[in-house]
């Protein structure tokens, strides 16, 4: 009860990591009334995700340390719906799933944000590598994080204003070794933790064997861009646009995967001059505050490089030709003139 | 012990261990330090601690000081009955089968889950939708093949009485060789097991559902009853449960089960005043129901739903305004996993995570009711508003 702060009362998402400790820390520090809360996200067998009974020891440890009150959320129901049987299903339709993204749009900043406002708690704070700044008329915007290497501004894109009214992310002004050294210095245990790796719920045997267990895939051929067969694969579900390694076929020159094709299971391979494209349709366009200018940058994976572009409606117009977007992949928008705003987020067609 | 102003409504999770429970084990661990099984006067006083120990928890439960063995929990003695009676009738040749219920506490369900990996066959009897054994269809289940046969004395989650009575003369008329084990750990506060459980060959208690400390429990094991052990190694407890004695433990079980049983009308009747108060304010919230029938709850157990709120969010606000509660089973984390109770009991997984158990004990008060009806009828009211949960036409 010693964080009975008039600043307000936040309920911060401790997966059990470094950051998310910090973030709670850092919370506590400047006088909220701060409450941790970690999400059993995933009922599997696995004990290695970021859902593990360790990781909830952990947070719960912290939340000991900083004298603040922990509970433990089962969104196990809906993580399973909306973010596995969405991955799963994106692979059957030969798309590239973000199921970071999905569970941040659906579960964290979804379920987990209506909870925190049913409780009547006032903020969620996370700890992601991104910023929520006060700007112009006192509407909050998003920005990326300080340490551009950590940057996480990527997968929180989808956020609109109204969220982010209500949305904290502590260590966004801070670099990971300043979140370390953070942890280190107030002797919590997660200090020295290593950074989460992939998806949570992939664990043993990796992304393939997951595919493997759950999706329903069919092998095809490798066909080059004029359609003619030049080899076979086992499955076309594993396969992702852009992908070099794993091809399984000998050729002269480094090829890719240019298109992947559910309906037919053919995955069609290519050189790098045939995945540049001067354009990518989008879907499900979201806007932090309202439409943006039509000069933006874009980026289209969690640390790709972001490049100029214009959004035309359902198009995003790259300056320069751009390597392909695999479909289904998220694309964040940010401001031309100020790279570090986000303005937006989109889907690949 | 603790905060004055904390409604301590988890009874059945752990109780406040009793003040002179709690002197007479830091006595034992102040001055009887010495280990049972010795020889000079240092373990003889120990072992004279213990065997007391053994004589009070015996008389309390309706047994002889032989035939108590002390475990580190109720969890151990449940998987000693278990493992150690299957593993003993399937050596005897006595049958393979094994008949439990599907409410059993997980420490009985578990381990029989796990022997049938072992290539024994386990039954689990259903339950009414009161939360009582089905005695037709647990019937159904016994044959001269039945070696075990467990049902709870009473249930952890709804509080219901099971009829071990009636349980106990359906095996004996259908199978003559079984085993039987009641796991007695929510009865010992409530009924008297030793009536109760006469002619039950096993029985687990554990202390810190009495006012005793965690990590200590018992198992009855009844005359010449085939066990085998869990834990072998130096033959203490009459070889059925080696390891060193846990002497202060088994001092306070003894004194906790004891000052239980002496105060247990008293007790009944006190809480079963402040029960019907608890609970009477809070079925008349509109769209809530109880789980369990009433007709055969101890004195101690709430568990009532509210349709549309999400337990989690209740137990939250709840416990952000000083009310400990609970819902469905607690794993380590501290999340709750949905009830398999109550979906035995044919609860739809919105009501059952909908549910919550308040439970209370010998250390609960007015104040306690008092603090749960200020906060539980407005946090469900906050929570519906939330959800624009539209209330249910009650029948």
């Known amino acids: 009860m010693s964080s009975m702060g008039s600043l307000g009362s936040v309920m911060v998402a401790m997966s059990g990591g470094v950051d998310s400790s910090v973030a709670a820390a850092m919370l506590v520090d400047e006088g909220y009334d701060v409450t941790g809360v970690t999400l059993k996200l995933w009922g599997g067998d696995s004990d290695t995700g970021c859902c593990s009974a360790s990781d909830t020891d952990d947070a719960r440890r912290v939340a000991d340390q900083l004298g603040i009150a922990h509970y433990v959320f089962d969104f196990t129901d809906s993580f399973h719906g909306d973010v596995v049987d969405t991955y799963v299903a994106d692979h059957v339709a030969g798309l590239t799933p973000n199921p970071c993204v999905e569970c941040n749009r659906t579960i964290k900043f979804g379920r987990l944000l209506e909870r925190v406002d049913a409780l009547g708690i006032d903020l969620l704070a996370t700890g992601h590598h991104a910023r929520v700044e006060i700007g112009p008329g006192g509407r909050r915007q998003l920005l990326r994080g300080h340490d551009s290497a950590k940057d996480q501004s990527y997968v929180v894109a989808m956020l609109s204003e109204a969220q982010l009214q209500r949305v904290r992310f502590p260590v966004g002004r801070l670099t990971k070794a300043d979140v370390r050294e953070h942890a280190a210095r107030i002797g ?162 | 012990m603790q905060e004055a102003s904390i409604a301590y409504l988890d009874h059945a999770a752990t109780t406040p261990i009793r003040p002179d429970v709690l002197d007479a084990m830091v006595s034992v661990l102040g ?145 003559p060789r079984a085993v039987i084990h009641t796991d007695a750990v929510q009865a010992a506060a409530w009924v008297d097991v030793a009536t109760l459980a006469a002619d039950a060959e096993l029985i687990s208690v554990s202390a810190h559902k009495l006012g005793g400390p965690k990590g200590t429990g018992a198992l009855v094991v009844r005359g010449l009853t085939p066990l085998v052990p869990l834990l072998e190694g130096g033959g203490q407890e009459h070889g059925r449960r080696a390891g060193t004695s846990n002497v202060a433990g088994a001092v306070g079980l003894a004194q906790a089960l004891r000052a239980t049983v002496d105060e247990r009308d008293v007790t009944i009747a006190r809480v079963t005043d402040l029960r019907d108060r608890l609970r009477g304010r809070l079925l008349e919230i509109p769209d809530s129901w109880e789980n369990g029938d009433a007709a055969v709850k101890v004195a101690g157990n709430v568990h009532v739903g509210f349709g549309g709120v999400e337990s989690e969010a209740l137990l939250v606000l709840a416990d952000r305004a000083g009310v400990c509660a609970a819902a469905g089973s607690s794993c380590s984390s501290g999340a709750t996993e949905p009830s398999y109770v109550l979906a035995a009991m044919g609860l739809d997984p919105a009501d059952a995570g909908a549910s919550i158990r308040l439970s209370l004990g010998f250390a609960s008060a007015d104040t306690d009711v008092d603090r749960a009806l200020a906060v539980l009828p407005v946090a469900v009211e906050q929570l519906r508003a939330a959800g624009g949960t539209k209330i249910r036409a009650t029948a």
Do not use: W
Not at chain 1, 232 to 256: K, P, S
Not at chain 2, 44 to 56: F, N, P, T, V, Y
């Open chain 1, 188 to 349: 919590l245990r997660t200090a020295t933790k290593p950074d989460s790796q992939d998806v949570c719920f992939i664990t043993r045997g990796g992304r393939r064997e997951f595919l493997r267990e759950h999706v329903a895939d069919r092998a095809g051929s490798f066909v080059d861009g004029a359609g003619n067969v030049i080899g076979e694969h086992d499955g076309y579900a594993r396969f992702t646009v852009g992908q070099r390694r794993g091809l399984g076929i000998a050729m002269g020159e480094r090829r890719f995967v240019v298109d992947v094709d559910a309906g037919s299971a053919a995955v069609t391979i290519g050189t790098p001059s045939d995945l540049l494209r001067d354009e990518v349709s989008v879907r499900d366009v979201t806007f932090v505050d309202g439409p943006p200018l039509a000069e933006i940058s874009v980026q289209a994976r969690a640390h790709g490089p972001a490049v100029a572009a214009r959004l035309d409606g359902g198009r995003v117009l790259f300056a320069a030709p751009q390597l392909r977007v695999a479909p289904g992949q998220l694309i964040a928008l940010y401001d031309a003139h100020d790279p570090d705003v986000v303005v937006g987020s989109a889907v690949a067609r």
């Open chain 2, 31 to 175: 001055h009887d330090f010495g280990n049972p099984s010795g020889g000079h006067s240092v373990a003889r006083a120990a072992k004279a601690d213990l065997e007391a120990a053994r004589e009070s928890v015996a008389s309390d439960l309706g047994a002889s000081p032989s035939e108590i063995v002390f475990t580190n929990s109720g969890t151990e003695a449940d998987n000693l009955a278990i493992f150690g009676a299957a593993r003993a009738a399937r050596a005897a040749g006595h049958g393979d089968a094994i008949v439990v219920t599907s409410i059993e506490h997980k420490a009985v369900l578990a381990a029989a889950r796990r022997l049938a990996t072992e290539g024994f066959s386990v039954s689990e009897a259903p339950v009414t939708p009161g939360g009582i054994v089905d005695l037709e269809a647990l019937g159904d289940l016994l044959d001269e093949q039945t070696g075990l046969v467990s049902l709870m004395l009473v249930n952890n989650e709804v509080g219901t009485i099971q009829p071990l009575p009636e349980v106990v003369e359906l095996v004996r008329a259908r199978s």
